[in-house]
């Protein structure tokens, strides 16, 4: 039973066009195929699962005067929570996503805030075996089977936090990512799938990809030198 108080009330009548606006693209998009995605099934694997199992959350976060430092406080919050929250049932546990909403950034275009964020959290949820993701209308960031496709659009900016999974391999080793960071990521991967991969294809894929960031990085260096 949930006793609302008139104060969460309003607060909630003022979410709630966004909340319904985002479920619908949830539905509508990443839980449908997309002609230009390049292979079949929904934009999201995962998402139908997650709608039928309730496990997804939304938030709606007002940024209208907050700074970068201060979203990326409250971002880190909701990592912390994400993390806290105990799921007897492994399966239940790996669909849970929480979808976190930036109404006031919409109205201002400055999407360049929500990449931001994303970026300097990145390194600090995939080692926490997370994964965070940027979603707005402008995102350039494209589909793994079709470099013309846009996955990450949405109606309304938001970032995106889920479990890390083994098919994130790709997300982890893009040659766009300093090799510091590549390093940083792989090992976090390896850290949480190596004793676990089936496919080890994938698992030598991962180990490859370390050795070339390393490979990189100490070329970096001698240059410097």
């Known amino acids: 039973m949930q006793l609302y108080t008139p104060i969460e009330i309003e607060q909630l009548q003022q979410d709630l066009p966004y909340l319904i606006e985002v479920m619908e693209w949830v539905k509508n998009f990443l839980g449908r195929h997309h002609p230009d995605l390049g292979r079949t099934g929904p934009v999201c694997p995962y998402v139908n699962h997650a709608l039928k199992t309730n496990s997804i959350r939304m938030a709606v976060i007002r940024a209208k005067n907050l700074d970068s430092q201060q979203l990326e406080e409250i971002v880190r919050s909701y990592r ?5 929250i105990d799921v007897e049932d492994e399966e239940l546990a790996i669909n849970r996503a929480f979808l976190l909403i930036f109404p006031d950034i919409h109205k201002n275009e ?7 964020v994303q970026r300097k959290l990145k ?21 793994l089977h079709n470099p013309n496709f846009r996955p990450l659009r949405s109606p309304i900016p938001l970032l995106a936090i889920r479990f890390m999974v083994e098919s994130d391999l ?3 080793q893009s040659q766009d ?3 510091y960071l590549r390093i940083r990521y792989l090992e976090a991967y ?3 799938f190596a004793h676990k991969i089936g496919d080890r294809t994938k698992l030598n894929s991962a180990y ?3 050795a070339l960031a390393q490979e990189q990085l100490k070329k970096e260096h001698l240059f410097i030198k």
């Open 208 to 210: 490859q990809a370390l």
């Open 170 to 172: 790709p997300f982890l």
């Open 110 to 116: 400055t999407f360049e805030l929500i990449d931001e």
């Open 123 to 143: 390194p600090l949820f995939v080692e926490s075996g997370l994964m965070i993701g940027e979603f707005h209308k402008h995102t350039q960031s494209s589909g």
């Open 80 to 84: 912390d929570i994400f993390l806290k």
């Open 177 to 179: 990512d300093q090799p």
């Open 190 to 192: 390896l850290k949480h």
